[in-house]
């Protein structure tokens, strides 16, 4: 069992950045795999980034590609996403789940979830 509480979010400008954290209760944080999706008001959930437990792979969402980067220290039990070059439509609210196994874009096949941190990017 793992529990994640996010940090982190804000407001802040277009164009500007953001870096959100994830932090992880539980001996076991080195075995998940670890990724962050976001909700925008009046839509679904949907994938963001994905880092596995060692941290060597990594898989991004075309809308963040070269802008989103997930990273994680197994050390301190957190995984990070750095955001730049924001944009009103990465308004959100970011939320950060763990698996087991491989990589997925697939928010079903993720376990636990945290709360959620809101990001509000403004024009």
């Known amino acids: 069992q793992v529990q994640l509480v996010e940090s982190g979010g804000g407001l802040v400008q277009a164009g500007g950045s953001l870096r959100l954290s994830c932090a992880a209760s539980?001996?076991?944080?080195?075995?998940?795999?670890m990724g962050w999706f976001r909700q925008a008001p009046g839509k679904e959930r949907e994938f963001v980034a994905a880092?596995?437990?060692?941290?060597?792979?990594?898989y991004y969402a075309d809308s963040v590609k070269g802008r989103f980067t997930i990273s994680r220290d197994n050390a301190k039990n957190t995984v990070y996403l750095q955001m730049n070059s924001l944009k009103p439509d990465d308004t959100a609210v970011y939320y950060c789940?763990?698996?087991?196994?491989?990589?997925?874009?697939?928010?079903?096949?993720?376990?636990?979830w945290g709360q959620g941190t809101q990001v509000t990017v403004s024009s």
């Open positions: 880092i596995s437990w060692s941290g060597d792979y990594t």
């Open positions: 789940a763990a698996k087991g196994w491989s990589l997925s874009d697939d928010e079903a096949r993720y376990d636990h």
């Open positions: 539980g001996r076991t944080f080195s075995s998940y795999t």
